[in-house]
C-alpha cells in the first residue's frame, strides 16, 4: 500500500502531503490517525515550519462520507461513532493550532466541508488563484457545523453564514478578501511561493516565533484587558531569552545577529 500521509523534512521545514488522491484526499479514520501521528512528532523536533499540502487533482473533500455510512450500522444508529470521529479531527484541527510550528496549507482544487476547515485551521494559506473553498455539506443535507468553528475565526459572520447556509463555493480571490488565504498565486507560481513563505519563516529566531504563535491564537479569544496581561508577560519572558537580547545588539550595531545554533 501507498502511505497515505508522506513527510519530508528539509532545512528545518517539514513537509506533509496527504496522499489519498482516491478519495479526494479526505479526512478518513486513516487519515486522522497518519496526522495526528507526525504532528506529534513534528511537535517533539526542533523543525521550524511545517508545510501541509496534498497529492492528486483537489486539496481536501472534507470527511470520508462511505465511513460515516457505514457507522450507521451501529445499534444506535452511529451516533457514538459520529461523535469519536468528529472529536478526532477536532483533536487534530487543535494540534495543529497548538504546535509550536507555522503550518502553511498550499491549496490547489478544492478544499471543502472539514478541508475548508483545515484550510481555516492553518496559520497561514496560500492557494492556486484556480481554488475553491466551500462549506456545502447543506448540499446533502448536513450543515457543516464542525467546519464553522474554524471558518467563523477567519471570516465574517455573515459571509461564513451565507457559505454555510447556501452551499455557495468561493473562488481563490474571494478566499484572499474574506481573509481565509493569505495570497491567491497562479498554479505555476504556487510551490515556489510556498517556499518563500516557509523558508523566510525558517530563518527567524525559532523561540520567538513559537511564543508568537501560541499568544496570538490565545489572546484573540480572550477580552483585551486579559489579552494584553498575556501579551505582556509574553514580551517579558521574550525578552529574557539570551538571543532576543542579541538580535536587539545586532540590530543597534548594524550587524547580522549570531543565534544560537
Given at each position: 500500500?501507498?502511505?497515505?500521509?508522506?513527510?519530508?523534512?528539509?532545512?528545518?521545514?517539514?513537509?506533509?502531503?496527504?496522499?489519498?488522491p482516491?478519495?479526494?484526499?479526505?479526512?478518513s479514520?486513516?487519515?486522522?490517525?497518519?496526522?495526528?501521528?507526525?504532528?506529534?512528532d513534528?511537535?517533539?523536533?526542533?523543525?521550524?515550519?511545517?508545510?501541509?499540502?496534498?497529492?492528486?487533482?483537489?486539496?481536501?473533500?472534507?470527511?470520508?462520507?462511505?465511513?460515516?455510512?457505514?457507522?450507521?450500522?451501529?445499534?444506535?444508529?452511529?451516533?457514538?461513532?459520529?461523535a469519536?470521529l468528529?472529536?478526532?479531527?477536532?483533536?487534530?484541527?487543535?494540534?495543529?493550532?497548538?504546535?509550536?510550528?507555522?503550518?502553511?496549507?498550499?491549496?490547489?482544487?478544492l478544499?471543502?466541508?472539514?478541508?475548508?476547515?483545515?484550510?481555516?485551521?492553518?496559520?497561514?494559506?496560500?492557494?492556486?488563484?484556480?481554488?475553491?473553498?466551500?462549506?456545502?455539506?447543506?448540499?446533502?443535507?448536513?450543515?457543516?457545523?464542525t467546519?464553522?468553528?474554524?471558518l467563523?475565526?477567519?471570516?465574517?459572520?455573515k459571509?461564513?453564514?451565507?457559505?454555510?447556509?447556501?452551499?455557495?463555493?468561493?473562488?481563490?480571490?474571494?478566499?484572499?478578501?474574506?481573509?481565509?488565504?493569505?495570497?491567491?498565486?497562479?498554479?505555476?507560481?504556487?510551490?515556489?511561493?510556498?517556499?518563500?513563505?516557509?523558508?523566510?519563516?525558517?530563518?527567524?529566531?525559532?523561540?520567538?516565533?513559537?511564543?508568537?504563535?501560541?499568544?496570538?491564537?490565545?489572546?484573540?479569544?480572550?477580552?483585551?484587558?486579559?489579552?494584553?496581561?498575556?501579551?505582556?508577560?509574553?514580551?517579558?519572558?521574550?525578552?529574557g531569552?539570551?538571543?532576543?537580547?542579541?538580535?536587539?545588539?545586532?540590530f543597534?550595531?548594524?550587524?547580522?545577529?549570531?543565534?544560537?545554533?
Amino acid at each position: 500500500m501507498t502511505d497515505i500521509l508522506l513527510r519530508d523534512d528539509r532545512d528545518g521545514i517539514a513537509t506533509l502531503t496527504l496522499n489519498d488522491p482516491g478519495t479526494l484526499n479526505a479526512l478518513s479514520d486513516e487519515m486522522l490517525a497518519a496526522l495526528a501521528r507526525q504532528l506529534s512528532d513534528i511537535a517533539a523536533s526542533d523543525l521550524r515550519v511545517v508545510i501541509l499540502r496534498t497529492a492528486g487533482r483537489a486539496f481536501c473533500a472534507g470527511h470520508h462520507l462511505r465511513q460515516m455510512q457505514a457507522m450507521r450500522q451501529a445499534d444506535d444508529g452511529g451516533a457514538a461513532a459520529f461523535a469519536d470521529l468528529f472529536d478526532r479531527c477536532a483533536a487534530v484541527m487543535a494540534h495543529i493550532r497548538n504546535l509550536p510550528q507555522p503550518v502553511i496549507a498550499r491549496v490547489h482544487g478544492l478544499a471543502t466541508a472539514a478541508g475548508c476547515q483545515l484550510v481555516a485551521t492553518c496559520d497561514l494559506a496560500i492557494a492556486a488563484e484556480d481554488a475553491k473553498f466551500g462549506v456545502n455539506g447543506v448540499d446533502i443535507g448536513l450543515f457543516c457545523s464542525t467546519p464553522m468553528v474554524a471558518l467563523t475565526r477567519n471570516v465574517g459572520r455573515k459571509r461564513a453564514f451565507e457559505l454555510l447556509s447556501m452551499g455557495l463555493m468561493m473562488s481563490a480571490e474571494e478566499a484572499v478578501t474574506a481573509g481565509l488565504v493569505n495570497r491567491a498565486v497562479p498554479a505555476d507560481a504556487l510551490d515556489d511561493c510556498v517556499a518563500y513563505y516557509a523558508g523566510h519563516l525558517a530563518r527567524k529566531l525559532p523561540g520567538a516565533v513559537r511564543v508568537g504563535k501560541d499568544i496570538f491564537h490565545a489572546q484573540a479569544e480572550l477580552p483585551i484587558d486579559d489579552a494584553y496581561a498575556l501579551a505582556r508577560d509574553a514580551m517579558v519572558a521574550n525578552l529574557g531569552d539570551p538571543d532576543t537580547a542579541e538580535g536587539i545588539q545586532a540590530f543597534l550595531e548594524k550587524r547580522a545577529p549570531r543565534w544560537t545554533p
